[in-house]
């Protein structure tokens, strides 16, 4: 795949990795990562997405910018009030990189366009911030075998884990496998959100960011944690959170990892 004449300079930090290098460099050129959600986890998504070089970015959100994003959604400024979302997201990032492929929809994710969306893409990543949503991206996931990173945050606290993974524990990049992703063999299974949450909580039972409130900076935390792990399955690389939570206190500056087990309502 062809890069950009001044691509050693712009990437030499991690060409400089030998878990990157050009191949590593050429996989995230090709990847294709749907963001759903432009807010306070995607905004910093998208950002170090766009920075590591990643070619190929779906940006799907129905929301204007407000005034009061802008204390944690960093992509936007002033002048983006009113704006689209991921029309103000798509400007940026070809303002970083215009070697980019940006593709925006200006709608919600839905039960109707949710397969057409999935098949956009290699890796999802979920940056809602409401149950209905995160149920959805599971289920269209679940049904269409591609791996999504979820997050969520409230008041000083987050969590991170990576669902539905075709290739857990994968320790070769994506660049030298010499079969499809599909008939690669693993030992171990990648659960999905039903697994080890087969229902919505009900309602008024948890609070969402909008409800309980939230410091900027804690997105900016989680949404950077959720860009490592899609770069990691990019890169194939060991220690993707398959199978674990990894939960993270911003008062303390405690993290800690939870193993997930299938909920015993669904074996």
Known sequence: MEMEPDFLDRYQRQLSLPEVGLGGQRALRAARVLVIGIGGLGCPVVQYLTAAGVGNLILVDADRVSLGNLQRQILFALKDVGSFKVDAARDFILKQNDKIAVTVYKEMLSA????????????????????????????????????????????????????????????????????????????????????????????????????????????????????????????????????????????????????????????
């Open 112 to 267: 109707e366009n949710a397969n057409a969306l999935l098949a956009l893409a290699d890796i999802v990543v979920d940056c809602t911030d409401n149950f209905a949503a995160r149920y959805l991206i599971n289920d269209a996931c679940a049904l269409a075998n591609k791996p999504w990173v979820y997050a969520s945050i409230a008041k000083f606290e987050g969590q991170v884990a990576v669902f539905n993974d075709r290739m857990p524990n994968l320790e070769v990049r994506i660049q030298e496998r010499s079969h499809p992703i599909d008939s690669i063999e693993t030992s171990v299974r990648s659960l999905n959100y039903r697994d080890v949450f087969p229902n919505p909580p009900g309602d008024g039972e948890i609070q969402n960011c909008a409800e309980a409130g939230v410091l900027g900076a804690l997105a900016g935390i989680v949404g950077s944690i959720q860009a490592m792990e899609v770069l990691k399955w990019i890169l194939g690389l060991k220690g993707l959170l398959v199978n674990q939570l990894l939960t993270y206190n911003a008062i303390h500056h405690s993290m800690v990892k939870f193993q997930l087990d299938e909920n015993s309502d669904r074996k």
